[in-house]
C-alpha cells in the first residue's frame, strides 16, 4: 500500500493523449536528480506507483487529473511534485501541472479502521466492550512524531536532515525542535539550553546559511544577542509577542517563516528604534559575513591530464552561487563571457547546433550525465562544473569535470 497518493491538475494548450502527458512527465524529469530519484527507476523499485491520467478535451485544451501512488518519505515526495510541476510542455504546446492534494493514505485506512471499531463497539455487548481509550492511545502511538536526534558533540536535539539541508533553523530547545518536526521541519537544531553558543552551531553557521527562529519574549531578545555575538546569522525569525515556537501551529510557524528578516534589515530596524547594542551587533554580524565571503571567494587553480592551468574567476564562482535552484546552464565562451542562459533540460539538445571550439566551459543547476560529458567532449567544451556528478563510465582526459564543492 502506498503512502501517499498525489493529486495534481493539468492543463494542456492543445489536443494530447494520456500516453503523451506521461511521456512528457518521464521525459522532463529524466536526470534532474540523479539516476537514483529518476521517475522510473522509483518505479522499478516500487517506490512510486503507476502514474493514472485521466482527461477531457475542451475548448480545444486538454485538462485533466494526474494520480501518482508515492512510497517515498515527505520530503521525497515534495520533491516528486515540485519536479513534475516543472513540466512545462506536451508534445508541442504549453503545459501547467499544478498540485491539488496529497492524500496520507495511512491516515485514511486509520480512520476507516477507528470508524468501523466504533460500529463493532455499538454491536457488541456492554461486557465484551474495550476501553476506547487504549484503542485511541495505540493508534497515536501509530502515527508518533519522530524523536529529535543528538547532533555534535554537545548532544544537541535536532532533526535527521540537518546535515542535508544549506538551510538550518537554530531555535532554543528540545520542545521547540520537536514542535518543528511535527510539521515536517527536519533542518532544525537547538542550542540545547547552554548559556554560551556551542561548538557544533559555530561549526555549521561556517558551512551553512542559519535562520534564527526565537521565542516572542524578553528571554528570545537575550539568547539572539548571545548568537548575534558569536555566529554568523543569515535570517531572524520570532513568535508571536508572549508566543513560545514550541506552541505554535503549522499555520502559525509558516507564517513566521514567512516573515523572516534578513540580519542586516533587522539591526537596522533595532538601530532606528534606538535600542542599545545594535549598532555593535551590526559592526560583529558585517564583520563574521565578510569573513565567511573570503573563505569561499578564492579562485581555483586546476592541472590536469593535458597539463592545462583553468583559472575560475571571481565572476564565475557568483554566478554558481546565483544559479541554486533556478535548473539552469550558464554557458561561456574562453574568455569566460556569457553566450547563453538556458534550462538544463535543453543543454544536450542546444549543444547539438553548436560548432566544435565555441564553447569553452558550462556551469549548471544539476547533475552531470556521461550523456552531457559525451556531447561536451564531441563540442571540445573544456570545462563542466555541476551541483552533481552522475555515475561516469568514462572520463576523458581532455575535460575538466568539478562539483560546486570542488570550488568552493
Known sequence: MAKYL?????????????????????????????EQFDLRTLQDKGRVGRIIVNTKVQGGK??????????????????????????????????????????DVRLEKIKRIVER????????????????????KTLQEKVKIPEPISYGPENLPAGPGIDKSKKIILVEGRADVINMLRYGYDNVVALGGAR???????????????????????????ILK????????????????GKEVEELTHKELEE??????????????????????????LQIQEKLHRETRERIEKPLVEKYEIEETIMIPKKIIEDIKSLYGTLEAHIYDNEWKTL????????????????PGKVYAIILDGIITQRLVDKATDKKIKMLIGAKIGKLIYKPPDILILTYNDVF
Do not use: C
Open 6 to 34: 498525489v493529486k495534481a491538475k493539468i492543463e494542456v494548450n492543445g489536443i494530447v493523449e494520456k500516453h503523451d502527458i506521461i511521456g512528457a512527465i518521464f521525459g522532463q524529469t529524466e536526470g534532474l536528480f540523479g
Open 196 to 222: 554560551k553558543v556551542p561548538e557544533t552551531i559555530k561549526e555549521l553557521s561556517k558551512k551553512k546559511e542559519i535562520l534564527v527562529l526565537l521565542d516572542g519574549d524578553h528571554a528570545g531578545d537575550l
Open 62 to 103: 486538454t485538462i485533466g487529473e494526474i494520480l501518482i501512488p508515492s512510497n517515498l518519505d515527505r520530503v521525497e515526495t515534495a520533491l516528486m511534485i515540485a519536479m513534475i510541476e516543472n513540466v512545462e510542455k506536451v508534445g508541442p504546446y504549453d503545459a501547467k501541472i499544478t498540485l491539488v492534494d496529497i492524500i
Open 340 to 355: 547563453k542562459r538556458i534550462p538544463v533540460r535543453d543543454l544536450v539538445t542546444f549543444l547539438d547546433t553548436v560548432e
Open 256 to 281: 513566521v517563516l514567512k516573515k523572516a528578516v534578513p540580519t542586516k534589515e533587522y539591526l537596522e530596524n533595532l538601530i532606528k528604534q534606538g535600542v542599545k547594542e545594535a549598532q555593535i551587533l
Open 117 to 136: 471499531a466504533s460500529e463493532i463497539l455499538q454491536k457488541w455487548s456492554r461486557e465484551k466492550v474495550p476501553d476506547i481509550k487504549e484503542i485511541l
Open 226 to 241: 548571545e548568537v548575534l555575538r558569536n555566529i554568523k546569522v543569515d535570517y531572524i525569525a520570532r513568535a508571536p509577542p
